[in-house]
């Protein structure tokens, strides 16, 4: 497992042996990106989609020299750029989220509406697993909830760097907020910062980021779902098991050892029992929340 | 109307977790109980949702879940969603 430590301005690059391809492996297209997890002290930002943080090295890297002299469009474009290799590991599941969409029901309007309003993946492919006609309201939103609860921890890391911004420009970026342009902006932040420019985040590079998957994630989802009816149903081909095989991938990205994996197994069996012998979809609700005590008094333990 | 009602909700609380974090946290320094609650949250949310997956009463489902648990392990991810699409369709072709 490969991670990057953001501490104290400067930014290490830790690769623990087996992934000695990974600098191959820059180009591949992966379904959120690679699979890394950011530590930033103690913070983790993980789930959802992800990013390749040798794409964000590389990438900062690269334009650095840019950030320096960039004027307001450069650093747009800038983000914009660093945000491509990105998208090629987004699109193809933007596509199959839309396809799955209409095979529970949603329209090739509702869809777009849902993800240009949320605009955070993990939260909307669980939501459409548990889509029914009509949808149990109180069970998507409380799981939507908790799948982007991280956003307060990536919020939360991010803060430090917004203070020389207006609250009227920040509460709008904040809508832009994912995995991605969180990960893209802050890493920028702490390299300019380590380069001791000043202020240490650049918004229109974090916007350009954000925006340019703003645009792919509703556009490919709303192209999903039109094409989605063409595919026939999903089931037959496999394509549901693209959601065991895109969380699987995701959660080894935030492995952190097996202690720190046990609220995840209390989860799965709690889960598991409760969606055997009780009907409707509060299985997730109880498996998330056993998962949670587990990892609050697993706390208190140590 | 249900559907519509759903999306705006989801939207609004997604945008509450977003902003959350800047306007709670930022003056703040979360507990190590806290902090670990945080950690542990995006996975046991997205195991649980997956939980059926593990119980499936079809063999070739399992079998297929199987598969792609070894490919997750080992492999990035868009090698690892054709592994486990391609194995879950085949082997309901086969099996199933």
């Known amino acids: 497992m490969n991670s990057i430590s953001l501490v104290n301005g400067g930014i290490e690059c830790q690769n623990n042996g087996k992934d000695n391809n990974l600098r191959n492996q820059i180009a591949r297209p992966t379904l959120y990106g690679c699979v890394d997890t950011i530590t930033i002290g103690s913070l983790t930002g993980s789930g959802g989609r992800e990013v390749s943080l040798w794409k964000i090295m590389s990438v900062s890297e690269a334009t650095l020299p840019e950030a320096i002299d960039g004027g307001s469009s450069?650093?747009?474009?800038?983000?914009?750029?660093?945000?491509?290799?990105?998208?090629?590991?987004?699109?193809?599941?933007?596509?199959?989220?839309?396809?799955?969409?209409?095979q529970k029901g949603l329209s090739a309007v509702e869809l777009p509406l849902m993800t240009g309003l949320n605009f955070a993946g993990g939260s909307e492919f669980a939501a459409i697993q548990l889509w029914t006609s009509p949808p149990h309201i109180a069970l998507i939103v409380a799981i939507t909830f908790l799948v982007n609860s991280r956003h307060f921890l990536m919020g939360a890391a991010l803060a430090p760097f917004l203070g020389h911004l207006p609250q009227r420009k920040v509460f709008p970026a904040l809508f832009f907020l994912c995995d991605e342009s969180w990960a893209l902006g802050l890493a920028d932040a702490k390299q300019r910062a380590a380069a001791g420019i000043t202020p240490a985040f650049s918004p229109r590079y974090y916007m350009g980021a954000a925006l340019a998957m703003y645009l792919a994630w509703v556009g490919f989802t709303a192209a999903g779902a039109l094409l989605g009816p063409m595919l026939g149903h999903v089931e037959t081909y496999g394509f549901d098991m693209?959601?065991?095989?895109?969380?699987?991938?995701?959660?080894?990205?935030?492995?952190?050892?097996v202690a720190a994996a046990r609220p995840w197994l209390v989860s799965l069996v709690v889960?598991?029992?409760?969606?055997?012998?009780?009907p409707g979809a509060w299985y997730v609700a109880a498996g998330a929340m056993s998962g949670l005590l587990a990892a609050w008094l697993m706390a208190g333990e140590a | 109307m249900a559907t519509l009602l759903t999306i705006v909700l989801m939207a609004g609380v997604t945008y509450l977790t977003r902003i959350g974090g800047y306007v709670v946290l930022r003056n703040r320094v979360l507990s190590a109980r806290a902090t670990a609650v945080m950690e542990a949250a995006p996975g046991c949310v997205l195991i649980s949702v997956i939980a059926p997956a593990f119980v499936s009463k079809n063999p070739a489902d399992l079998l297929a879940l199987a598969i792609t648990f070894v490919a997750a392990m080992r492999l990035s991810m868009l090698p690892t969603v054709l592994i486990g699409v391609a194995s879950a369709g085949l082997l309901r072709h086969l099996i199933g």
């Not at chain 1, 991938?249 to 935030?254: A, C, E, K, N």
């Not at chain 1, 889960?271 to 009780?278: E, K, N, P, R, S």
């Open chain 1, 271 to 278: 889960a598991a029992l409760v969606y055997l012998f009780i």
């Open chain 1, 242 to 257: 693209a959601f065991p095989a895109v969380f699987l991938v995701l959660m080894r990205g935030m492995w952190k050892g």
């Open chain 1, 74 to 102: 450069s650093e747009f474009r800038r983000g914009v750029i660093s945000c491509l290799p990105v998208l090629l590991g987004t699109i193809p599941y933007a596509l199959v989220l839309g396809a799955q969409a209409t």
